[in-house]
């Protein structure tokens, strides 16, 4: 039964059918005019979001205000401020809920003009997804990249790219696909994993709700559709425990709760866990919460929790598995963007909250400046209102938190003048935990930016199990049995070169191209790697060998479930190359050198690292203060050199495995043979 037919006829069951709808958080973002709050109202329109009474008064606003001609100005559903509408601009941001049969929404437009990036923040720091819209007759815009890197840098996860005014080009695929290309190559350096192009106009409705007419040469979803289907349920953190003491409660002598919501994991009754920062133990008796106490919970439930033992807990007191603890630190280093119009003092004492906890801190060092528009660092001594830069923080006692990019809340904290009382910058904190615990520099995340960076050398793992009682199981599935069922004959195109040789960039751009053409299609790029599997290395040789080890080991076993795998590393040694070919054999490693050349690499290298290391700054750096070894007999080479392109470069590479017959498809899927 449909909710408009259910909420007239059992109003009880409309409720729990609502109730159990899954939330998304999305912002609309861009440059000024490109039709943020027209597109959402559009949206809230279309899909009958609107009460007759505001609809009336909608009509009569645009008659008296609206800049939308003899139509409806659908801005003005969000543009709801004296200045905004006498303007024609977003100033703050507006947040509006609305909801389908299929999920519930928040959006949270947010303003264009550069000097309300502070607003953006503030609307994305919740997101699950962002629509960033483009004007399709004015492009790629420096607004365009600086809200891209801001969603890149509050980890956005999904991104709409939404070309708008579509009506205004005469509904071009070939203005489309050109837009989709400029904007796909500024993304490649940033931390955008999964970007949706969508070709609209929000004035006229197309493929906002509806599929449009005007455009059958666009095969895509809708924006709604896409919105409403996009999967989010995997973003969540249920891995690492996360539970901050919001609330002691004690009704009575009989019961001791600690109530607050779990920010990432799931518990169960009877886990043992540990208290940070006071490191001791205890064992879950209870969970309570409004309907009952249920065996487990899981992010993002409010609950309290009874412990068997009472020790000392209170208010920022942080809950974790014995197993998987956070780090705990006075000291770390953050990206801060500072949101006052008093510039940031080095020095001065700010109360920091994190999570449900306030502790006096002061700002240490200003390693330098994002310009986002350009992405360069530039050295200063201070951030003025909207800046962003890389700050070392000093607080009076520890907090427990983990790297942003692995868990935005427990990485997440804002700075609070102590004198006003105001909200003067927020903060994501970087996975590292000090500059002066690390002086190595990770050169194979040549596309990696400020959203993360690398862990301190740990100590290094060696290759080889451990334990000599491993017994080896045989799979009941077979590789060949895989690569049939999948279509198509798996191996791996390893990509090796100097840093910022555009390795990463053509490795996803490859990844995409052969995805266009049917196949099934991964990319292990190195700095995915150095944030998860191989997050406890460094970059001395041996760590680094066993990066590489690790790293054809995935493409080994990505090969074995019949996929092709892109592995995108510097690997400067060629002994471990030949270990990464040794292992990947059963299936082909075809070697790729991107033989761009150093100077060019120094050119594309924004961040400055090759002068870093000329200068002695950074050791161990591929090609200047460590070896590089280029390839004897690569089976293709490939330069970025005088202005190649990726795309060519791309080609390139495509040929030769059409040639060597890697692309081969496999015909009929077989049978499982046991």
Known sequence: MRESELINTDIEAYLALHEKKDLLRFMTCGSVDDGKSTLI????????????DHLRALETDSIRVGKAGEGIDFSLLLDGLKAEREQGITIDVAYRFFTTEKRKFIIADTPGHEQYTRNMITGGSTADL?????????????????????ASLLRIKHVVVAINKMDLVEYSEDRFETLRHDYSDFAARLELSDVQFIPISALRGDNVV???????????????HYLENVHIASDRNLIDLRFPVQYVIRPDGSFRGYAGTLVSGIIRRGDEILALPSGKKNRVKSIVTFDGEPEEAFAPMAVTLELEKEIDISRGTTLVRVDNVPYTSRRFEAMLVWMADEPLVMGREYIIKHTNSSVSGQVTSLRYRIDVNTLHRETVDRLALNEIGRVGIELTRPISYDPYGTNREMGSFIVIDRATNGTVGAGMIIDRRTQDADTETDTETETETETGGHVGARKSTTAGPKSTNLRSHQSLVSPDARAARAGQTPCTIW??????????PIAYALERRLHDLGYLVTVIAGSTLRRGLSI?????????SENIRRAASVARLMNDAGLITIAAFVTPLRSDREVAKAIIAPHGCHEVFVGTSIETCEQRDEDGLYARARRGEVENFSGVSAPYEAPTSPEVVLSLDNGASIDAAVDAVVVHLERSGALKRTSGHSQDKR
């Open 495 to 504: 990509l090796t070169g100097l840093p910022f040789s555009g390795k990463t």
């Open 210 to 224: 509806e599929p449009s007419d005007q455009m059958p040469w666009y095969r895509g979803p809708t924006l709604l």
């Open 130 to 150: 962002a629509v960033i819209l483009v004007d399709a007759r004015l492009g790629v815009l420096t607004q365009t990249r600086r809200h891209s890197f801001l």
């Open 536 to 544: 406890d290395l460094g970059f001395k040789e041996t760590d680094r």
């Open 41 to 52: 109202g559009r949206l809230l329109y279309d899909s009958k979001q609107v009460y007759e």
